[in-house]
């Protein structure tokens, strides 16, 4: 399980990132709103816990993007702003769970592991987008209730992008998570891909994928 922590304050940071290891999450630790994005877009994760007095801006605004962009994993607020408002307002822009500081180990772990085992209950098994439904259990999909007939990597790669619906991904990021080595984001095989998929699903004119020039592509 991965837990991205995005705490400026040194003491508490590592205090987290050992306390978090030794319960076996695998543990990110970054300071700011602009390390966070750059850690989201490089990996998914199961959590996050965030604080919301950055040095770049605050907490708030950035679980705001984060949900505006359709990223879905929860959120636990860790701040010193205890009251019910700060609360209620966290929630409302999304959060999942908020903890006020001071805080237990024992009881931050606790709501941890509830949002975690929350999140893999609830994990969708269609996945559905612009008249596109991918099925994880049949490995099948539709198109405007039609069969598509893809390859297991066509697949693979169309599943990137409805897990990450809304969300531009690097071409590294894709290729990491279709092919085993970055030798194919140089030999440009992820275009080759990206046209079969457009070929098979962006029918009757809509666009499905945009290209994003210079870093990579975007389900829209």
Known sequence: MKILVVEDSDRLGRFLQQGLSECSYTVNWVRSCAAANDALVDTNYDAIVLDLGLPDGDGLDLLKSWRAGGFKEPVLILSARDGVQDRVKGLDLGADDYLPKPFSLE????????LVRRQSTTKQVVLEHA???LDLLSHTVQNNGQPVDLTSREYALLEVFMQNQGRILPRTLISEKIWASHFDVDTNLLDVYMSRLRSKLETSGKTIFKTVRGVGYQMV
């Open 131 to 133: 008249g596109i439904k």
């Open 107 to 114: 009881e931050l772990l606790a709501r941890v592991r509830s």
